[in-house]
């Protein structure tokens, strides 16, 4: 088992739609957990970190479930622009390592 | 925020050379980098850790003498792969935490693209 998993996707959503992505995580010594998000053949960008208690980014929200051991991020009126794929990111406690998830791909549709 | 550069972006090269890959941190300080690979239509994968001044460290099933890693400055991490070959072609990326971040905050490269032929 992987130890980030996501659904691949890819999610074909219209303009204007509510998505959500979910990502589980097996390490519970997991501390730090990120989306990033990756375009065609560049570098991941960072999108949000994910807090124990929620966040929330304009259209963008992001929530961390310990006891189930997932985090989910929703995207609300989606954007032709919001096409790309988006990595779930899990870091151990006491260390920069990052864990990356395999990603999950969103298309928005005109 | 933090600016991590690379250099090249893309290489071409003959199977059989040596590819130097150089990994910078622009405006602050980096005692670990990371380095990363990616295939496409698949995430990243961490290849080894690079450590200023010691060893890098290589994760599971990485050869560590043929992706040779030197971090000789706070500043600087190369990634050479030697006697590169078809099935070495790939996108590699570098990456530097911010030290000032208190969630473990990393900043990226923009990449290297390597074909070799």
């Known amino acids: 088992r992987k130890e980030v998993e996501q659904d691949p996707g890819p999610f074909n959503v219209p303009e204007g739609a509510t998505v959500a992505f979910n990502c589980t995580y097996s390490n519970s010594a997991s501390q730090s957990f990120f989306w990033y998000r990756q375009d065609c053949r560049k570098e991941p960008k960072l999108l949000m970190s994910v807090y124990s208690s929620g966040n929330e980014d304009g259209r963008f929200t992001a929530q961390l479930n310990r006891a189930s051991q997932y985090i989910s991020l929703l995207i609300r009126d989606s954007k032709l622009s919001d096409s790309a794929t988006y990595l779930c990111?899990?870091?151990?406690?006491?260390?920069?390592?990052?864990?990356f998830g395999t990603g999950t791909r969103l298309k928005v549709l005109a | 925020g933090a600016v991590v550069s690379q250099h090249p972006s893309r290489v071409i090269c003959k199977s059989g050379t040596s590819v130097k890959i150089e990994c910078r941190s622009l405006?602050?300080?980096?005692?670990?980098m990371f380095w990363y690979r990616q295939f496409p239509k698949q995430s990243l994968m961490l290849m080894a850790t690079s450590n200023e001044g010691s060893k890098a460290t290589y994760e599971q099933g990485v050869e560590k003498d043929k992706f040779l890693i030197n971090h000789a400055s706070l500043t600087l991490s190369t990634l050479t792969v030697t006697s590169a070959h078809p099935e070495d072609s790939s996108f590699y990326i570098c990456?530097?935490?911010?030290?000032?971040?208190?969630?473990?905050?990393?900043?990226f490269g923009p990449g290297t693209r390597l074909t070799v032929l």
């Open positions: 405006d602050f300080q980096a005692t670990t």
């Open positions: 990456s530097a935490p911010g030290l000032l971040s208190s969630y473990n905050e990393q900043f």
């Open positions: 990111v899990s870091a151990p406690s006491g260390t920069y390592k990052y864990i």
